[in-house]
Every structure is written in C-alpha cells, then in structure tokens.
C-alpha cells in the first residue's frame, strides 16, 4: 500500500510554534475523506536544507544583512543535516555543499554583490536538486532576497508546480527596499510570498537586524518543531492525478484555534 507522509507545523494565535499535540487531535482528509493516521512522529529529525542567497547587483546594500542571516542558519543547523548553499545572480551555478562553518565562511565573507538576478530559475534549480540528492524526506528551502527577479526563464506557475511535486518547504526572509525604485523589487514581494505559501512555508520581512535575526530563529524553531504524520489511502489510483490534503486540529469547545502549516496536495504518478 502506499505511504503518504505530511510535515506539519501547529502555530498558535500568536504564531508561536505549538507543541505536545497528540495524534489523536489531528484530522486528515484525502480528496475530502477522512483517513487514519497510521504514522505519527514528533522528534526532530534531520533535513535536507538548501540556503538560496541572492547576491545580485540589487542587493548591495542589503548583502551583510543576507549573508548574516544565512551564516545563522548554517550555525544552527544540526550535525546530520543535509545542507546546501547557493548563489543567486544572473546564472544558477554557485552551488556549494559546505562540510563545516569554515567552508561558509570561505565563501560567504568575500562576497560581492553583482550581476542581475535569476531568482525564479535559482529557485527552481535548487527545489529540482532537493528532489534527487536529499538524503531525508524532510525538504526545506530558505530563500534569503529582496524578490527581484529580472532575467529567470522559469514563469511563476512553472516554479509552484514544481514546489509542489517536490514537497520543499519554502521559507522566504523579504529584504526588499520599501522606497526602491526597481520595478522587479516593488513586484517581487508577492511573488516571494507566494512560492513560500504554496509548499506550506511562510514568508517574513526582515526591515532592520532584530526582526532577521527574529526571522532566522522563528524558520529554525518551525523545522525543529514539525510534526509528521503517515496515512494510507484506502483508495489511490495511479492515474497522474493530484489529490487535495486538508490537515485540522480537533479543539475542544472554547479552546482557542491552532493554525496548521502543511502541504494541500500531493501527486499520484502513473504506475
């Protein structure tokens, strides 16, 4: 029979990761039946993490900034995570598979912003390599970038598709210019948005160093803190299709509403 396996996030009402759920308060629905949950985990488990960091001629002022953020993410990744890093300018080939602190340090301390930007296409690239080198099941993406994109290939809804079949989260850290003058940055906001909400993620806007630094450790708290739930359906076609996911949490009357982060669809391949 076939496993499906969901990575879940429980906010509360001030967005504050919720733990100590039990499996009986979670609900899932499979193309609107409820399904029982056979598989149900709690622990943090390793990952597989790629850090997209934009580093094009856009972001000069903003560059310390991203790059801080993306060292901390890099310090507080477990000793069995599977990371990456890469390099988003006007090419998609500054990929790096850091074994230690140093080996970020050694790129990351240099570096210069330039070139124009290829975010959708590093995006892409980043979420496609995910899916055939992730040692882990659990996927995630921090994007680190003002938005801007002005020369990628990919169209939007060809980069969600993808974001979808691969089950990469995506989390967004905004570092756009409020007062800029660039059309692609001014645009790039919703577009950054809607790539994290589409795999279940969630995008922030970091305007000075408190709230990246806030932003940085809110991402690290929902990868370390996800709960991960397995059901097989009693009825799955292979037929090419997708089918819609809905993930609840049962309160007891009165009891305040828990927001639930996971993916809404998954895809069935043709036998």
């Given at each position: 029979?076939?496993?499906?396996?969901?990575?879940?996030?429980?906010?509360?009402?001030?967005?504050?990761?919720?733990?100590?759920?039990?499996?009986?308060?979670?609900?899932?629905?499979?193309?609107?039946?409820?399904?029982?949950?056979?598989?149900?985990?709690?622990?943090?488990?390793?990952?597989?993490?790629?850090?997209?960091?934009?580093?094009?001629?856009?972001?000069?002022?903003?560059?310390?900034?991203?790059?801080?953020?993306?060292?901390?993410?890099?310090?507080?990744?477990?000793?069995?995570?599977?990371?990456?890093?890469?390099?988003?300018?006007?090419?998609?080939?500054?990929?790096?598979?850091?074994?230690?602190?140093?080996?970020?340090?050694?790129?990351?301390?240099?570096?210069?912003?330039?070139?124009?930007?290829?975010?959708?296409?590093?995006?892409?690239?980043?979420?496609?390599?995910?899916?055939?080198?992730?040692?882990?099941?659990?996927?995630?993406?921090?994007?680190?970038?003002?938005?801007?994109?002005?020369?990628?290939?990919?169209?939007?809804?060809?980069?969600?598709?993808?974001?979808?079949?691969?089950?990469?989260?995506?989390?967004?850290?905004?570092?756009?210019?409020?007062?800029?003058?660039?059309?692609?940055?001014?645009?790039g906001l919703?577009?950054?948005?809607?790539?994290?909400?589409?795999?279940?993620?969630?995008?922030?806007?970091?305007?000075?160093?408190?709230?990246?630094?806030?932003?940085?450790?809110?991402?690290?708290?929902?990868?370390?803190?996800?709960?991960?739930?397995?059901y097989m359906?009693?009825?799955?076609?292979?037929?090419?299709?997708?089918?819609?996911?809905?993930?609840?949490?049962?309160?007891?009357?009165?009891m305040p509403?828990?927001?639930?982060?996971?993916?809404?669809?998954?895809?069935?391949?043709?036998?």
């Amino acid at each position: 029979m076939d496993l499906v396996l969901i990575n879940v996030t429980v906010l509360d009402c001030a967005q504050k990761v919720m733990t100590g759920l039990r499996k009986e308060e979670f609900q899932i629905l499979d193309n609107r039946k409820e399904q029982p949950i056979r598989y149900f985990l709690t622990e943090d488990m390793p990952i597989s993490l790629t850090v997209v960091l934009d580093a094009s001629g856009s972001m000069e002022a903003k560059l310390p900034k991203a790059i801080q953020a993306a060292m901390r993410l890099f310090a507080l990744a477990s000793p069995n995570d599977d990371c990456w890093l890469m390099l988003a300018r006007d090419t998609t080939g500054n990929y790096i598979v850091p074994k230690d602190l140093a080996d970020v340090h050694s790129v990351l301390d240099p570096l210069k912003s330039k070139g124009y930007t290829a975010l959708r296409d590093s995006i892409y690239l980043a979420a496609n390599d995910l899916q055939k080198r992730a040692q882990y099941s659990r996927k995630a993406m921090v994007v680190i970038s003002d938005g801007g994109d002005n020369c990628s290939r990919y169209p939007e809804e060809e980069l969600r598709r993808l974001l979808v079949e691969t089950d990469v989260q995506v989390y967004a850290v905004d570092l756009h210019n409020p007062f800029s003058c660039l059309s692609e940055e001014r645009s790039g906001l919703a577009s950054l948005e809607g790539f994290a909400k589409v795999p279940g993620g969630h995008m922030y806007t970091a305007m000075d160093r408190a709230a990246l630094l806030s932003s940085i450790e809110n991402i690290n708290l929902k990868l370390r803190n996800q709960y991960v739930l397995g059901y097989m359906p009693d009825t799955l076609d292979h037929n090419g299709k997708w089918r819609k996911v809905k993930i609840t949490v049962r309160r007891a009357a009165g009891m305040p509403k828990l927001h639930v982060t996971a993916r809404r669809s998954y895809y069935v391949p043709v036998d």
